[in-house]
T-cell receptor, first 117, second 114 residues
Framework: AQKITQTQPGMFVQEKEAVTLDCTYD???????LFWYKQPSSGEMIFLIY??????QNATEGRYSLNFQKARKSANLVISASQLGDSAMYFC??????????????FGKGTKLSVKP | KAGVTQTPRYLIKTRGQQVTLSCSPI?????VSWYQQTPGQGLQFLFE???????NKGNFPGRFSGRQFSNSRSEMNVSTLELGDSALYLC?????????????FGDGTRLSIL
């Protein structure tokens, strides 16, 4: 079973509009972290935002915010005021904390975002 | 602060050969992880090293191996290359012991097998 599901293979958004990228996850570990990364065509993975399972507030980083709904096991990324440079692949990832180790990242399949001028 | 450095950026090999990829983590980061990215399988975890010890391993055959040196630099080796090993190999480093800290990725090594 997939641990991270991103149901939108591709999305289009008009420049300056907001867009939401969906992510649902599956874990039985009460302690976990959720990450969003951006991967431009150059290949580098760029960290955007983090949400811990015990965090009471939704994470925000500049134009990025995370809509964290723990009971529904969803962690959607919201990008406000889209820019042309936001066109890229976006990956949702989870890190489970087991046995005291931080554990590796488990990635979703990604969503390709295209921003239209 | 310098980021994660991976060398080489591109490699072309033939089936049956072996290859070694290198990764220098961000200064102070002691945890280094390797990932394989392909169009079909997406991003898959290979292994993680911390203090020269493999701490975690993904579901890859024994042809994939790695090591970490005392300065935290890491190498990944793939022996008896197969066509399916063509992929982008990403290295990531992080501050161990700080779960909120993200993994920081290098630009990757793009390996093509002919």
């Amino acid at each position: 079973a997939q641990k991270i599901t991103q149901t939108q293979p591709g999305m289009f958004v008009q420049e300056k509009e907001a867009v939401t990228l969906d992510c649902t996850y599956d874990t039985s570990d009460p302690s976990y972290g959720l990450f969003w990364y951006k991967q431009p065509s150059s290949g580098e993975m760029i960290f955007l935002i983090y949400q811990g399972s015990y965090d009471q507030q939704n994470a925000t980083e500049g134009r990025y915010s995370l809509n964290f709904q723990k009971a529904r096991k969803s962690a959607n990324l919201v990008i406000s005021a889209s820019q042309l440079g936001d066109s890229a692949m976006y990956f949702c990832a989870m890190r489970e904390n087991y046995g005291g180790s931080q554990g590796n990242l488990i990635f979703g399949k990604g969503t390709k975002l295209s921003v239209k001028p | 602060k310098a980021g994660v450095t991976q060398t080489p950026r591109y490699l072309i090999k033939t089936r049956g050969q072996q290859v070694t990829l290198s990764c220098s983590p961000i200064s102070g980061h002691r945890s280094v992880s390797w990932y394989q990215q392909t169009p079909g399988q997406g991003l898959q975890f290979l292994f993680e090293y911390f203090s020269e010890t493999q701490r975690n391993k993904g579901n890859f055959p024994g042809r994939f191996s790695g090591r970490q040196f005392s300065n935290s630099r890491s190498e990944m080796n793939v022996s008896t290359l197969e066509l399916g090993d063509s992929a982008l190999y990403l290295c990531a480093s992080s501050l161990a012991g700080y779960p909120r800290q993200p993994q920081h990725f290098g630009d990757g090594t793009r390996l093509s097998i002919l």
